[in-house]
């Protein structure tokens, strides 16, 4: 199946152009200098994931030659006649050549993430629950893909992995598990010495509804942090944050035409607890209330912070991740707004000083935009340069190098490549 024409690829040479947008009143550094490009890719993309030496890029697509789907996320795995899977480029002075398309046998292919040493891709894979593909296989076209099941429906999102990847966690978004609409799913991964893919199984799940589309480990490997679109009331009688009303609300708006929904929650995992307890027995740590729709949650490499889109208040809120666990009621810093409608995808690059933001505009007309914060101050009205995206930016991947940032164009179907050029005052 072919992805990118001649004329595609001329298309993509010509696109790149140097960007400079920004808001200089408010603007509190000199924006960056960027090279902006699109791709055109033939289904929806939703994660992009570059190796470490920059030679290839692989897109987790789904819908591959197909319309774009427009009924909910939920209903997603009713659809018949649906091709997913991942698409394959290799680098090439700086340009992106396609290689090849990889069907992974599911209905969807969301979030994706590198097993350590890059020797195996691990994919969460909508209602077929989570796949394991070799890399080099796949450049060769000669995947066999490994599917481990998350249940009826699961609707699997996202993925995650520890430091020496014995265990993936996965983000089942409506997965039904103790009376409630998401879980967690616990997977023991076993892999060569060298990182290539054997096998793997779900050893347990912990109950995270309403809706957790999204996860992410903290850099020692010992907090899982999970947000959960909307708070399950029966399921979870404590929280934190209830009296702070940009934290705890009753008029959240998830789609316009529906009755408003209380706000969402950020859990605090204990990942030994999570993998060591049966059932995942007190591996919740805590509770804290997110705002209207929290979609994603990263956290600092210094640990200083958590960032959680609120994609329901157009917010970055902002927590600190020690007083989360010593002084809950105290741990949030603020929020930021982001300038845009409905951000989803967040990104930091490798100074720290910017926050990226993809304001996904998802439930909107038009099409939607990158925001680039300087958060090297607290201000709820930061400094925002704007690069304009395609329909619906749902993620977005900082390459290793620090410079180069991914987005991936849900519903136009484009992957959208911004190159930082360093100016010489710039932080470094």
Same mark, same amino acid.
């Given at each position: ?143 066999? /893909?490994?599917? &481990?099941?998350?249940? *009826?429906?699961?609707? $699997?999102?996202? @993925?995650? !992995?520890?430091? =020496?990847? +014995? ?126 729709? /929290?979609?994603? &949650?990263?956290?600092? *490499?210094?640990?200083? $912070?958590?960032? @959680?889109? !609120?994609?329901? =208040?157009? +917010? ?113």
């Amino acid at each position: 199946m072919a992805h990118l024409s001649s004329d595609t690829i001329a298309k993509f040479l010509l696109s790149v152009s140097l960007l400079i947008v920004s808001q200089p009143s408010i603007l509190a550094s000199e924006p960056l200098s960027m090279l902006h490009a699109e791709v055109a890719v033939d289904g929806n993309p939703s994660t992009i994931l570059p190796t470490s030496d920059g030679r290839f890029v692989f897109v987790s697509m789904t819908n591959v030659g197909g319309p774009n789907y427009s009924t909910p996320d939920v209903e997603a795995g009713k659809r018949r006649g649906v091709v997913s899977g991942v698409d394959i480029f290799r680098t090439v002075d700086s340009k992106l050549e396609f290689v090849r398309f990889i069907r992974i046998g599911s209905k969807g292919a969301n979030g994706m993430i590198f097993l350590p040493g890059e020797k195996t891709i691990v994919v969460a894979a909508g209602d077929e629950g989570v796949v394991f593909l070799d890399v080099q296989a796949a450049i060769e076209g000669k995947a066999k /893909p490994k599917i &481990v099941s998350q249940g *009826n429906g699961a609707g $699997t999102w996202d @993925v995650v !992995a520890k430091s =020496d990847g +014995k265990y993936v966690f996965a983000s089942n978004e409506y997965g039904q598990f103790q009376l409630q609409r998401g879980n967690i799913g616990v997977l023991a991964v076993e892999t060569t010495s060298d990182g290539h893919f054997l096998n793997a199984h779900t050893i347990r799940n912990i109950p995270a509804g309403n809706k957790a589309p999204r996860l992410t480990l903290s850099p020692n490997g010992s907090r899982l942090y999970v947000v959960r679109e909307i708070h399950p009331h029966a399921a979870v009688l404590h929280f934190f944050g209830k009296r702070n009303p940009l934290l705890s609300k009753h008029d959240c708006i998830q789609i316009w035409g529906i009755p408003p929904q209380a706000n969402g929650l950020l859990s605090v995992i204990d990942v030994q607890k999570a993998i060591r307890m049966p059932s995942g027995e007190g591996s919740i740590l805590i509770e804290m209330a997110s705002g209207c729709s /929290p979609v994603t &949650v990263i956290e600092a *490499n210094d640990s200083s $912070t958590l960032y @959680v889109a !609120a994609r329901g =208040d157009n +917010k970055v809120l902002r927590f600190s991740p020690s007083l989360l666990e010593s002084d809950p009621e105290n741990a949030f810093l603020g929020a930021v707004d982001t300038g845009g409608d409905a951000p989803v995808g967040l990104g930091l690059l490798p100074n720290g000083k910017r926050l990226i933001v993809t304001n996904s505009n998802r439930f909107g007309k038009h099409g939607g935009e990158i925001s680039i914060i300087d958060i090297t101050h607290s201000s709820d009205r930061a400094a925002i340069q704007r690069v304009p995206a395609g329909d619906f930016p749902r993620n977005i991947t900082i390459a290793p190098d620090g410079k180069t940032i991914f987005v991936a164009n849900y519903s136009s179907r484009t992957i959208e490549v911004v190159r930082v050029q360093k100016k010489r005052n710039d932080p470094k």
